[in-house]
């Protein structure tokens, strides 16, 4: 017979043979977990039985320790209320030595108020009567003390005014000796009177005030005329006169602003009702910035006066003697002049009287200082019309190109007085 053939693929007895060894298998992995299992939970309730019975254990300690603290308390209340007991009673014997202590200390206590009470008021009187000595023998010093401060102060005003005496004769006798010597008081003007001047005669700090003074018809108004370039007659000329004509202080600044110059014309000395040494002060000159001191014939205590306050007040002056030709003709004529003769005798003889009176002029003028116990300085001699001249040029430089042959001192003059301006007004700027 022949073979079937098997076929191909798995064997079913085999996997089923494979099946029930690993159901087997499994069967007695789990039978060995069980029993792992059995084993850990007896473990677990021998654990948990000797874990309760450390519980009821510390349950017991518990409940000993609490009965032992209840005890303890008992104990401690108990004693507490013996030692209050205790203290109740010793406060109650305390309290009745106390009251029979302080009324001992009461009865003692007041008898020692009552003790210091009397010291107070005996040293309360003691006080009141030292006070009392005090504030006597106070007045009595502040009365002795104003008694002597009396008698000093009428020593102090008798030797005061003993002082004031004696200063007053010294003063007097000093004023008499220098009357009789010829020497003039000196009177130096207060700040108000400067300030005064100043505002009367419209004083500016960028001009340079010269003021012209000397004695009454000396030829001041024509001078400042000649100075400004102004004829006597023309509108707006210093008024001039035979007479003396300017009553009260005149200014004329001058007409060319390239000579800040500003020229005073003051009343003349011996017009008015002052001393000739007084006339300085009434007048204010000791506010200008230089003074012309003028004279026509011969040099006055006025103008000793004047230039003796200006060297006080270290005030420029310049000494001009004016009408040169009116006293050059003058001598002329002393000489012989005769208006018929011929030109070079005529001119011979204004040579010689020129230079008589320049000399003469110069002299006098030397010697006045001199007497004076002044400085000696130079003197301008000038004629007015001469000058009037001069002032018309355009320039100085002109002048000084072409010099006049009856001009003096005329050119220098005006330019002393324009470059000193100038510098002053320079030295301000």
């Not at 789990?30 to 473990?43: G, S, T």
């Not at 109740?88 to 029979?100: I, L, P």
């Not at 010291?119 to 030292?130: G, H, K, L, P, S």
Request: hydrophobic fraction near 35%; glycine fraction near 4%.
């Amino acid at each position: 017979m022949g073979c079937s053939k098997r076929p191909k693929g798995p064997n079913p007895v085999d996997e089923e043979i494979k099946k029930r060894r690993d159901a087997e298998a499994a069967a007695e992995q789990a039978r060995k977990d069980v029993k792992a299992a059995e084993k850990r939970i007896a473990e677990l309730n021998n654990v948990n039985e000797k874990q309760q019975e450390k519980t009821k254990a510390a349950e017991r300690a518990t409940e000993e320790a609490k009965a032992a603290e209840q005890a303890r308390g008992r104990e401690a209340r108990e004693a507490m209320a013996d030692a209050k007991r205790a203290s109740d009673e010793a406060c109650s014997r305390a309290e009745a030595a106390a009251r029979t202590a302080n009324e001992e200390s009461r009865k003692l206590a007041a008898q020692a108020m009552e003790e210091l009470r009397r010291t107070a008021a005996i040293q309360e009187q003691a006080r009141r009567d030292a006070q009392a000595a005090q504030e006597q023998v106070k007045k009595l010093q502040e009365a002795a003390d104003e008694e002597k401060r009396k008698a000093t102060a009428a020593q102090e005003a008798a030797n005061a005014s003993k002082k004031a005496a004696d200063a007053a004769n010294a003063a007097k006798e000093e004023a008499e000796r220098k009357l009789k010597e010829g020497i003039q008081p000196v009177v130096t003007p207060t700040p108000e009177e400067v300030r005064a001047a100043k505002q009367r005669v419209q004083y500016r700090e960028d001009l340079f005030h010269i003021a012209i003074a000397g004695v009454a018809g000396g030829g001041k108004s024509s001078l400042i005329n000649a100075f400004r370039g102004l004829r006597n007659k023309d509108i707006g000329a210093a008024a001039t006169g035979v007479t003396e004509t300017t009553l009260v202080m005149a200014r004329y600044p001058h007409p060319n602003a390239e000579y800040p110059l500003v020229l005073y014309d003051f009343p003349g000395a011996g017009t008015l009702k002052i001393p000739d040494w007084q006339y300085f002060n009434d007048q204010g000159l000791y506010v200008f910035d230089s003074i012309i001191v003028l004279f026509d014939n011969r040099f006055t205590m006025t103008d000793i006066a004047i230039l003796t306050n200006c060297r006080r007040f270290k005030i420029p002056t310049y000494i001009v003697r004016s009408k040169a030709d009116q006293h050059i003709r003058n001598i002329m004529e002393d000489m012989g002049y005769d208006s018929d003769g011929d030109s070079s005798q005529v001119n011979r003889l204004y040579q010689a009287a020129r230079q008589q009176f320049i000399q003469q002029t110069r002299q006098t003028v030397k010697d006045n200082l001199r007497d004076a116990n002044i400085p000696e300085q130079r003197v301008y001699i000038v004629s007015h019309k001469t000058m009037l001249d001069v002032a018309l040029n355009t320039t100085i430089f002109d002048v000084l190109a072409r010099r006049q042959p009856k001009t003096i001192d005329e050119i220098e003059l005006l330019s002393d007085l324009i470059r000193e301006a100038q510098i002053r007004r320079g030295r301000r700027d």
